[in-house]
């Protein structure tokens, strides 16, 4: 039995003017506790797919199975992170972190003081009254992923969530965040266009290829890089000729498109 | 060191001072404004410059605030007046965030009354007024339905275009936490949408105003409208200026409260 199983998901938007298939026959498992990564160029239908799994969209055709049962948003199942934090402006960074709680009814003394060690594990203490504009983009984007992890979902879905950050926060938070994933024994999903953040996090990376979106090719990461953190996977020797085998088949993919 | 240090805070201190001494100019340059209109007109009255009887003066317009307010006839306009003007005010803000609300909830509503909005909003809804009166009856309620119908369509209007404006990843963030549409149009929806109602209630102040004065003018035996009116059919000036410095004086304040609520609501 899988733990996530998603089985031959088509998806078609329709407008007016036209009927655009943006997935086209998408299979893929993850099992529990892997770190998997869907890399590919823009408009390949990365971000359809993490709302088709995470049930917020309703796929032309095709299920998506956890645990054997259709996935709901209500059973907080699914954790999502966006591409920036979106902490809400006018709640305070406790409010923003209890929010996930407080919808789901759980709001309890325990989840409570659950929540806030999760924030003071992740290394920001002292903030809980402050708003999010007083804090910067990377600790925002720390305080957003507890959030997530506040309701304690099965599957954590990253929509390029260091895409927005510089890239030295981005370094920091992917170790921080592989590590977080780790401690909790987590489930993950990450959608990238970044070849480098997708082979330092994850255990297996599957390439889509364009219009329609489908699966090119599935890269299983070596040990060796699974077992270290994103930063030293990116200085490991292994590293580079993974990233070149990708770059090829991403250029190809080009090629074919014209 | 600490040299450095002083350096810059005398820098600093030196730039509060410039601060404050700018706004004293400010503030003095308006007072001028203020005493140079209100001499000239008295002055130009005195000397017969312009017609007294047609624009009155200060000082006669000061003598009859004192006379009214001393026999109570003036409290008790003004009381009338701001009455309905509040309540006006308060019902066609709320009842047009209230059908903001409704056109969002249901994109087929929203759809299917689009045109009537478009065709009500162009309308003149003071045109409405002996309507409202025939149907409510001359009296109180059909002045505050004027105040408040003519803000309720362009706040409906408004406040739903800010409603469709809201980021919709802040709605997606609910989404994934299970939330229902009630849910995320508190959470989301409403506060997000509260500075666009914060300005709408801006412009309500001056719409309920006019609203409610109109409905004076058409119906009422007491108010500040019926001041005006009064004083025109009796060709006294000095009643229709006086009141219109209090609706000046009130909408001023009433202005200045929603500056004070949106203070409050929005923590910047």
């Not at chain 2, 209100?38 to 004192?66: G, H, M, T, V, Y």
């Amino acid at each position: 039995m899988n733990f996530l199983s998603v089985q031959n998901i088509h998806h078609t938007y329709f407008t007016k003017a036209s009927a655009a298939t943006a997935l086209s026959d998408i299979s893929l498992t993850v099992e529990e506790g892997e770190f998997v990564s869907l890399l590919g160029p823009s408009g390949c239908g990365k971000t359809t797919l993490l709302s088709i799994i995470s049930s917020l969209l309703k796929p032309t055709q095709g299920t998506v199975l956890l645990e054997n049962k259709p996935v709901t948003t209500t059973k907080n199942q699914i954790g999502y992170m966006l591409q920036q934090d979106y902490l809400f402006p006018w709640k305070t960074i406790e409010e923003n972190i209890l929010l996930g709680l407080k919808l789901s009814k759980q709001l309890n003394d325990q989840t409570r003081a659950k929540a806030m060690s999760l924030l003071e594990q992740i290394g920001l203490t002292g903030v809980e009254k402050q708003m999010p504009r007083q804090l910067s983009g990377g600790m925002r984007q720390r305080v957003a992923l507890v959030r997530t992890l506040a309701t304690e979902p099965k599957l954590l879905m990253l929509d390029e969530p260091f895409s927005a950050l510089d890239y030295q926060t981005k370094l920091k938070l992917e170790d921080l965040v592989s590590r977080t994933l780790d401690e909790f024994g987590k489930t993950a999903i990450l959608v990238t266009h970044d070849i480098g953040e997708a082979i330092a996090m994850s255990d297996r990376v599957y390439l889509l290829s364009p219009s329609p979106g489908r699966i090119y090719k599935t890269f299983t990461m070596p040990d060796e890089l699974r077992k270290i953190s994103p930063f030293e996977a990116r200085n490991h020797e292994a590293f580079s000729s993974i990233f070149q085998t990708i770059w090829k088949e991403l250029e190809s993919l080009e090629r074919e498109k014209e | 060191m600490s040299e450095k240090k002083n350096k810059l805070e005398l820098l600093h201190r030196n730039y509060i001072q410039s601060l404050i001494v700018e706004k004293r100019w400010v503030r003095f340059y308006q007072a001028i404004i203020f005493i140079i209109f209100f001499a000239s007109w008295e002055f130009s009255s005195q000397k017969q410059w312009i017609d007294p009887l047609l624009f009155s003066s200060p000082s006669k317009i000061w003598n009859l605030f004192l006379e009214k307010i001393n026999d109570g006839t003036l409290v008790n306009h003004i009381g009338v007046t701001l009455t309905e003007t509040v309540l006006g005010f308060i019902l066609g803000t709320l009842l047009g965030t209230i059908l903001a609300a409704i056109l969002w909830w249901s994109p087929m509503i929203s759809k299917v009354l689009d045109p009537y909005l478009v065709i009500l909003n162009a309308m003149p809804k003071v045109a409405l007024g002996p309507i409202l009166i025939v149907a409510l009856g001359p009296g109180y309620p059909s002045i505050i339905a004027m105040g408040a119908i003519i803000s309720v369509i362009i706040t409906t209007i408004v406040v739903y275009t800010s409603f469709k404006e809201v980021d919709p990843n802040y709605l997606k963030v609910l989404q994934t936490f299970g939330a229902s549409r009630l849910q995320c149009f508190k959470e989301a929806i409403l506060p997000a949408s509260f500075p666009t109602i914060i300005s709408t209630l801006k412009v309500n102040v001056g719409l309920s105003w006019v609203g409610v004065i109109v409905g004076e003018f058409l119906v009422s035996s007491r108010g500040l409208g019926y001041m005006i009116i009064y004083g025109f059919q009796v060709f006294n000036f000095t009643l229709v200026f006086l009141s219109l410095m209090i609706i000046a004086v009130f909408a001023t304040i009433m202005y200045q409260l929603v500056e004070l609520l949106e203070k409050k609501l929005i923590k910047e």
